[in-house]
């Protein structure tokens, strides 16, 4: 089985080590993975904020990227979100029949993660061990957006070793919201601080989720905060097996 690789700019600039963790897990279930160096940004920052007609040319450049290849599997509900739920109109406004043809047919190759090794491999247990105790963090884009559901649970029960906790108000958004937090920094906070308290709550070592900006948002309030919680991706979690965990360690 061959994939290809969107790993998003986020990740690729901040976060690589979610990429690499992907890569992991998608070997490890037998696939064998492609990395088109063309790929940039899904224009997700623009689309969400109104510019759809300023993304046209990034939805273009994905296309010349990921189109000749059958499978894309991405580590982030948002980005998937963006090319499912937004590219049509992108391409529709363009005014241009042919892109709209190209978005139809590429949109249903398009997976997140944890869709992809549930719906596709067929599997919950990737080999991960991961001796801690968890918090899941279930996005919003990942929720109400390419509908997720309990596929990243699954995955976590089926890593041994890991202790899964509840999170209260699991559902409630982190405030984060892209540009929303720039534009509302102070309802941003509130929202986040929300969220951290419930993960501090817990009483879990770790934060999960499945999109980098969430974790990036919760994990810069649960640092200042001194709460020696750590957060990572899914793919990090499912990527670990007897050694010492990657992840974005939070110090007291």
């Known amino acids: 089985m061959r994939v290809a690789l969107f790993v998003t700019c ?30 940039t940004c899904c224009g997700q920052m623009h689309v969400n904020t109104g510019y ?18 059958e499978t894309i599997v991405a580590p982030s509900s948002s980005c998937t979100a963006t090319i499912r739920h937004h590219y049509s109109a992108v391409a529709a406004e363009s005014g241009d029949p042919l892109l709209v043809q190209r978005v139809e047919q590429i949109v249903p190759r398009v997976f997140d993660l ?41 995955l976590l029960r089926a890593v041994r070793g890991l202790r899964l906790l509840e999170l209260a108000n699991s559902e409630e ?7 929303f937090s720039v534009k509302n920094p102070d309802v941003s906070v509130a929202m986040g601080s929300d969220k951290a308290r419930h993960v501090r709550e817990t009483g879990a070592e770790v934060l999960v989720a499945a999109d980098r900006s969430c974790l990036m948002h919760i994990g810069g309030l649960l640092s200042r905060q001194r709460s020696g919680i750590r957060v990572m991706h899914l793919a990090e979690v499912l990527a670990s097996t007897d050694q010492p965990s990657s992840g974005t360690a939070v110090t007291a």
């Open 10 to 39: 986020l990740n690729d600039t901040m976060f690589p080590q979610s990429g690499r963790a992907t890569v992991s897990v998608l070997e490890r279930v037998g696939a064998s993975v492609a990395f088109p160096m063309a790929q």
């Open 52 to 69: 759809r007609r300023q993304a046209t040319d990034m939805v273009r450049a994905f296309l010349d990227a990921f189109e000749s290849h």
């Open 114 to 154: 944890s869709e992809f090794l549930i719906d596709v491999v067929q599997t919950a247990d990737v080999g991960a061990y991961f001796p801690h105790t968890v918090t899941y963090h279930a996005t919003c884009h990942s929720q109400r957006a390419v509908h997720l559901g309990d596929r990243p649970y699954q």
């Open 173 to 179: 958004c982190c405030g984060f919201g892209g540009t």
